[in-house]
């Protein structure tokens, strides 16, 4: 019995693990009146650079930028910063993360009234979660099912009293 419950307990937390094993990939999309830039990018990432007050710089990837007309033209970082100073920048509106610029928090949403870095605030940021989990997740959920599986065949059946 004890060592039915204590599979039950890996296998639930190993399955309570996997939805924290990594950040949610976010799939950000980018347009205003000459522009459509998309990317990827995790919900908490590392920033390369941050300034306190002032922004912070991610590493994102599959990033195409494509101006109107014009050839795409592919990047590593975003910029994320007030006003028009930082790519991104929030001209008007809600902020596109929450904590700090060492630590930020990006949410699925639609943000309004942003600049690119490159003129006016008319653009629309749009981060969505991806479709498909990543490879750590799948990991922890396997091994949690695998662990409920060993325990469960592992019990003894008893028999019952006559």
Request: one cysteine or more.
């Amino acid at each position: 019995m004890m060592k039915t419950l204590m599979g039950v307990a890996f296998g639930a937390g190993a399955m309570m693990a996997a939805g924290c094993a990594g950040a949610t990939v976010l799939v950000a999309t980018y347009t205003d009146a000459s522009s459509t830039e998309t990317w990827k990018q995790d919900s908490n990432p590392t920033p390369t650079t941050f300034t306190a007050g002032a922004g912070t710089t991610i590493a994102v990837w599959d990033a195409a930028w494509t101006l109107d007309p014009g050839p795409a033209v592919t990047y590593a970082n975003a910029s994320y910063g007030g006003g028009f100073s930082g790519s991104f920048g929030a001209a008007f509106g809600s902020q596109i993360y929450t904590g700090s610029e060492a630590a930020p928090v990006f949410a699925v949403g639609r943000y309004a009234g942003l600049s690119d870095g490159s003129g006016g605030s008319s653009g629309v940021l749009t981060l969505s979660a991806a479709a498909v989990p990543e490879p750590a997740t799948w990991a922890m959920m396997l091994a949690g099912f695998a662990g409920l599986g060993a325990f469960s065949l592992g019990a003894r059946r008893r028999p019952l009293a006559a």
